[in-house]
T-cell receptor, first 114, second 113 residues
Framework: DQQVKQNSPSLSVQEGRISILNCDYT??????FLWYKKYPAEGPTFLIS?????DKNEDGRFTVFLNKSAKHLSLHIVPSQPGDSAVYFC?????????????FGTGTRLTIIP | NAGVTQTPKFRVLKTGQSMTLLCAQD?????MYWYRQDPGMGLRLIHY???????AKGEVPDGYNVSRLKKQNFLLGLESAAPSQTSVYFC????????????FGQGTRLTVV
């Protein structure tokens, strides 16, 4: 039972354009969401997060949007750069104390075309 | 400034052999985790620990054991390795507080033949 789903295994975007990565979740107890970026042969690194009390969070070129009613979040990267080519994982947690473990999606491989 | 360090980085095992993967963190984090990453499966939680001396099962615990004897170390053991345990293993850690991100090690690529 996949509680966090990333339905697009891969995405190719022209350099300078917007990249939009999507993520859906089924567990209504999830209240904290994160995006991780992973390069080959490295561990995932934290990119951006959002709490369920917000619907948008921005950090430079990265913006995460949360639609709680649809149980959907998305990551926007504007403008896309070649260094953004990586696998992006969406993750979610129920942040009540004692239950902060992360549930990950299957990842989306983003390729930025120069 | 090491963060989360995993040992070893690569290992090849024969079916039935045993081994231990070591994770060490120097950030004084209470929580530690072991994940495995397989193609098309994302990262799946094997076991985790909410503090020294505690362990708990995650999503895919069968065939693995863990120990957290010291706060900074989290060990993952395979008693009798099987080809199905061929995977990339990641350790992670974070603070015991709400809404905080986990920090990951660089991964251990394990092949069981």
């Amino acid at each position: 039972d996949q509680q966090v789903k990333q339905n697009s295994p891969s995405l190719s975007v022209q350099e300078g354009r917007i990249s939009i990565l999507n993520c859906d979740y089924t567990n209504s107890m999830f209240d904290y969401f994160l995006w991780y970026k992973k390069y080959p042969a490295e561990g995932p690194t934290f990119l951006i997060s959002i709490s369920s009390i917000k619907d948008k969070n921005e950090d430079g070129r990265f913006t995460v949007f949360l639609n709680k009613s649809a149980k959907h979040l998305s990551l926007h990267i504007v403008p896309s750069q070649p260094g953004d080519s990586a696998v992006y994982f969406c993750a979610a947690s129920d942040s009540n104390f004692g239950n902060e473990k992360l549930t990950f999606g299957t990842g989306t491989r983003l390729t930025i075309i120069p | 400034n090491a963060g989360v360090t995993q040992t070893p980085k690569f290992r090849v095992l024969k079916t039935g052999q045993s081994m231990t993967l070591l994770c060490a963190q120097d950030m004084n984090h209470e929580y530690m985790y072991w994940y495995r990453q397989d193609p098309g499966m994302g990262l799946r939680l094997i076991h985790y620990s909410v503090g020294e001396g505690t362990t708990a099962k995650g999503e895919v615990p069968d065939g693995y054991n863990v120990s957290r004897l010291k706060k900074q170390n989290f060990l993952l053991g395979l008693e009798s390795a099987a080809p199905s345990q061929t995977s990339v293993y990641f350790c992670a850690s974070n603070f015991y507080r709400r809404n905080t991100e986990a920090f990951f090690g660089q991964g251990t690529r394990l092949t069981v033949v």
